[in-house]
């Protein structure tokens, strides 16, 4: 098991809906990611947050919008998908946003837009 | 575009085999992680190598870096089906907060 937890496991939207992932980890780590992936791919990085407050923002589309409520969780809201965004969606942490010490993953949200 | 490029893509052994996974980058890195990934699944730390070190172990896992070459490589000796998995490796790309991760190698163990 995980220590990064991420729901829902699945979630199935049409293009119109309104939707929010989650992910939630109490590790005290201070750094959190949102990670894409496409099947057979590499993960690509979509956000990274630092002490709660957005770092890197990496030319994702504004149909994706994190936050980062506190220390401990990270959302990241969907809203008018285009079903090319059907992908894995992976959370992450680390201590800091350093990368001297590995990423602890969640299993991710299986995200499929109809 | 991707810092790592990884080879071979597809491997499949037999059980008890050794495998061994490269990946290849093109800038200065401070670091270099392998992950492993059971399909459908996140991603799990295997092993961290720093850009001064040369070699490192952990149980059936070894990983080398040579800078010279902008390379590393994954040696899991005694291959076990559970083994069966993409493994990626990831690099820290100097001055830039990122950890970029290659294509990836999906290894079959056959018992």
């Known amino acids: 098991d995980t220590e990064v937890t991420q729901t829902p496991k699945h ?8 939707k929010s992932l989650k992910c939630e980890q109490h590790m005290g780590h201070r750094a959190m990611y949102w990670y894409k992936q496409k099947a057979k791919k590499p993960p690509e990085l979509m956000f990274v947050y630092s002490y ?7 030319s994702v589309p504004s149909r994706f919008s994190p936050e980062c409520p506190n220390s401990s969780l990270l959302n990241l809201h969907l809203h008018a998908l285009q079903p090319e965004d059907s992908a894995l969606y992976l959370c992450a942490s680390s201590p800091r946003v350093i990368y001297n010490s590995p990423l602890h993953f969640g299993n ?7 | 575009s991707q810092q790592g490029e990884e080879d071979p893509q597809a491997l499949s ?3 008890g ?6 990946c290849s980058y093109k800038t200065s ?6 992950y492993r990934q059971n399909s459908g699944r996140g991603l799990v730390h295997l092993i961290l190598i720093r850009s001064n070190e ?3 172990h952990s149980g059936r896992l070894r990983v080398t870096l040579d800078t010279s070459k902008k390379s590393s490589s994954l040696l899991i000796t005694a291959s076990r089906a559970a083994d069966t998995a993409s493994y990626f490796c990831a690099t820290l790309i100097q001055g830039a907060q990122k950890l970029v991760f290659g294509q990836g190698t999906r290894l079959t163990i056959n018992p």
């Open chain 2, 54 to 56: 040369r070699e490192k």
């Open chain 1, 52 to 58: 709660e407050k957005l770092s890197i923002n990496e």
């Open chain 2, 29 to 34: 890195i401070n670091n270099l992680q392998w």
């Open chain 1, 108 to 114: 991710g949200t299986r995200l499929t837009v109809t």
């Open chain 1, 11 to 18: 979630l199935v939207m049409g293009m119109t809906n309104k």
């Open chain 2, 17 to 22: 085999e050794n495998a061994t996974m490269n």
């Open chain 2, 13 to 15: 052994i037999q059980e």
